[in-house]
């Protein structure tokens, strides 16, 4: 993930249910250590957005 942060810039990643709970469990760790605020849907539900 680190790799990923460097080329885009993000106020907020969000992690789907298509993701396996072990890849979502190994982001959310290195967002944490990379202070990268991040959504998961599998652990908060929806991401909702209003326009």
């Known amino acids: 993930m680190g790799n ?3 080329l885009y810039k993000s106020k907020l990643i969000i992690f789907d ?3 396996s709970l072990y890849h979502i469990n190994k982001w959310k760790q ?3 250590e990379l202070n990268q605020s991040y959504y998961s849907v599998p652990d908060s539900g929806a991401f ?3 326009l």
């Open 30 to 32: 290195e967002c944490v």
């Open 4 to 6: 990923i942060i460097k």
């Open 17 to 19: 249910s298509s993701n």
């Open 48 to 50: 909702v957005v209003d």
